[in-house]
């Protein structure tokens, strides 16, 4: 147990989570195509407007299942909704934020997209501490509108007149993901303005700038979109009751900075707060890139249900090379120009 | 002798535009009448007409129609004859109740659908006339799927089903492989029919689509009882009056005649004719109202303004400062 603990920890997991990538790309993307039915409680983008996709996307379910009267909601269709969410929840537990890391096909396209940045060498950018801490509001604001405005469909909301039908699954009409993984099976019918009034004019037409800037976003920002992901922030809910963990021990940390500088979505507190054991942030995707890089033997640590799974050590750090890789020494030059502005 | 008059007659019928029943088609409409618009609203994602009967619970309505096409036809009152027999089918096969109630103007037909999936509405008339007994379905295909009751078994949900022991001709629309419970069917699109007799494929069988606007087309079927017909675009409204929420109804129509003999209701008969409607609706084609080209062009707008602004602003904070000299004097 000990050997095959050693050999997980001296291993390169950026390469296991490539290959776990593809898999679960090819998984949600052309899944239909083997009649594989995931069901609709799916705690990631997979975007049932891709008619090969093999699941449907929590946060549509959840948009649909809002869009009731209030009576409805405290009636039978409450059930229906609590047992949806009780689906998300009974399979985000197993995972955690890792969906995010490991299984989203719109990071995948992100992460793609990072490397094919790499080789034209642009060079990307991190947000200012003030700029992270007011844009990651926005995914909680996103999670409560797409609640709220299906919930304004059916119900007066302080007094209010009924929303417009047109603005059902609200989300899903600016999600990127609605317009890309149909495209990855030759259907570009997402890809439209709708004429038909004000509002879905309004609408498509914001989902299309969305897609503008999901693409160039991409391009200069590492994980641009998860950044504004309200299914992050429906994650982050019930983070700290998954059985997927990440922790640290404070003790061990010498805030070397490793792990800031390979965060993709550039989260320093896991640089910095060495008081806490539970490191998780609403922005974290559970990628395990911040232990790869970790040069300190148990300072980082994932583990399911208490079990170790992987963790950082010494050994494991040399033996990546990490302290010889470009990329890891790139990032970190960047950093000390940020911090000196 | 008795092929050559079967021929006649058939000759007649198609001659006379189904005259043997006046010029009418019996058909199942899913659009209320003006007197009964107040109380019926639209159930689900495929807006079924359905009447509440509270606790969240709905019957889908469906009235008896009869006309030369959708836009001449009236609804037929329960003062006028109610001879016929009424079938309803779940999406799983079975038989369910199916009601008409006597006590409204109109002859409508109310059931419940508690079950996603595509129900099987009937309603069959018999009559017999020089000789010959006529068979009139109306048929419609309903289908039930709200989001929020999931996507588990769509290939079993939608899969379309026939009653050989009661309706012995059949048309079904044939399922594409992508379809799901979302299915609409829009203006230009190709959909394929199969006519069955006795749940064998029919061939040569006279198959018309007559649109919304009263536009017709007869086809035949080929060997597998199959027939393709396209939907044109049969209205064209000035853009901004465009409904793309509008569900326009078409009606498709078949027809067959047997020397089947028999006796129905005392009266013997030397021949069979079968004519079977189907109803549903289709909407607008999307490129009426939806643009690939503009959203093109916002696309590359958006992203040349959002890269250009990156760009530029990674410029400005790597400019060399410049030094400023200020005269004190």
């Known amino acids: ?103 989203c096909p719109l990071g995948t396209i992100q992460d793609w997209i990072t490397k094919l940045r790499n080789r034209i060498g642009v060079s990307f950018s991190r947000y200012d501490d003030l700029s992270f801490k007011r844009l990651k509001t926005i995914k909680y ?106 922790n640290k021990n404070g003790e061990n940390c010498t805030k070397c900075g490793n792990c800031y500088r390979v965060c993709d979505v550039g989260i320093k507190a896991i640089a910095e707060d060495i008081d806490h054991s539970y490191i998780v942030k609403d922005d974290c995707m559970m990628c395990l890139k911040c232990i790869e890089a970790c040069p300190e033997n148990d300072c980082l640590k994932a583990s399911f249900l208490t079990l170790p799974v992987f963790e950082s050590t010494e050994e494991g750090f040399f033996s990546r090379n990490l302290h010889l890789d470009h990329e890891m020494q790139k990032p970190s030059q960047k950093v000390i120009e940020d911090e000196k502005d | 002798m008795e092929k050559f008059l079967v021929l006649i007659l058939y000759f007649m019928v198609i001659g006379s535009n189904f005259s043997v029943f006046g010029s009418k088609i019996l058909w199942l409409s899913n659009i209320p009448p003006a007197e009964r618009q107040k109380e019926i609203s639209t159930n689900g994602m495929h807006k079924l007409s359905s009447l509440n009967i509270g606790r969240g619970k709905v019957k889908i309505v469906q009235w008896v129609t009869i ?136 061939k040569d069988a006279s198959i018309t689509f007559i649109s919304n606007q009263g536009w017709k087309k007869t086809v035949k079927s080929n060997d597998k009882g199959e027939a393709v017909i396209q939907v044109i675009q049969d209205y064209f409204s000035a853009w901004q009056d465009i409904d793309n929420r509008n569900i326009y109804t078409y009606l498709l129509l078949v027809e067959y005649t047997s020397e089947e003999q028999g006796i129905y209701k005392g009266e013997s008969y030397g021949h069979t004719h079968y004519i079977t409607s189907l109803s549903d609706g289709y909407y607008p084609s999307k490129v009426m109202y939806s643009s690939l080209s503009w959203a093109l062009g916002l696309f590359l707008l958006c992203s040349i303004i959002a890269g250009g602004g990156v760009v530029y602003y990674r410029k400005r904070r790597t400019r060399i400062y410049r030094e400023i000299r200020v005269d004190n004097k």
């Not at chain 2, 008339?125 to 000789?131: F, G, L, Q, Y």
């Not at chain 2, 199969?194 to 749940?199: A, F, G, L, M, R």
């Open chain 1, 1 to 103: 147990m000990n050997k095959l603990q050693k050999h997980i920890n001296n291993s390169n997991i950026s390469k296991f989570r490539l290959v776990f990538q593809i898999l679960a790309f090819l998984l949600l993307i052309y899944g239909g195509y083997l009649s594989i039915d995931l069901g609709t409680s799916i705690p990631t983008f997979a975007c049932p407007y891709n008619q090969e996709c093999p699941g449907t996307c929590y946060l549509i379910s959840a948009q649909h299942q809002v869009h009731n009267t209030w009576a409805s909601l405290f009636g039978f269709r409450g059930k229906a909704l609590l047992a949806g969410l009780l689906s998300f929840v009974l399979l985000f537990l197993i995972l955690n934020k890792a969906w995010c890391g490991y299984i």
């Open chain 1, 141 to 246: 604001v996103l999670l409560v509108l797409l609640l709220i405005i299906p919930l304004g469909m059916s119900n007066s909301i302080f007094g209010l007149p009924l929303l417009s039908h047109d603005l059902s699954a609200p989300f899903c009409q600016i999600c990127p993901g609605r317009i890309i993984t149909p495209l990855f099976v030759g259907d570009a019918s997402q890809l439209f303005v709708d004429f038909t009034n004000a509002t879905t004019m309004f609408m498509s037409s914001l989902g299309i700038i969305v897609l503008a800037l999901f693409i160039v976003g991409s391009i200069f920002k590492k994980r641009f979109f998860c950044f504004f992901c309200p299914m992050s922030a429906l994650h982050f809910l019930f983070s700290k009751i998954a059985l997927l963990r990440l």
């Open chain 2, 67 to 202: 006309g030369e096409n959708v836009f001449n036809s009236t609804y037929l009152k329960n003062s006028e004859s109610r001879d016929n027999t009424i079938y309803c089918f779940t999406p799983h096969g079975d038989a369910q109740d199916c009601f008409m109630d006597s006590s409204k103007i109109y002859q409508e037909l109310t059931f419940s659908n508690p079950i996603e999936g595509y129900y099987n509405l009937y309603l069959v008339k018999k009559k017999i006339r020089n000789d010959t007994l006529f068979i009139r379905t109306a048929k419609a295909e309903l289908l039930n799927h709200s989001c929020r009751n999931g996507h588990k078994d769509v290939d079993k949900k939608i899969l379309p089903r026939i009653y050989p022991e009661v309706i012995p001709l059949e048309i079904t629309r044939q399922r594409n492989r992508l379809e799901n419970l979302h299915f609409f069917m829009a203006s230009g699109d190709k959909v394929c029919y199969k006519v069955y007799k006795s749940s064998k494929p029919l």
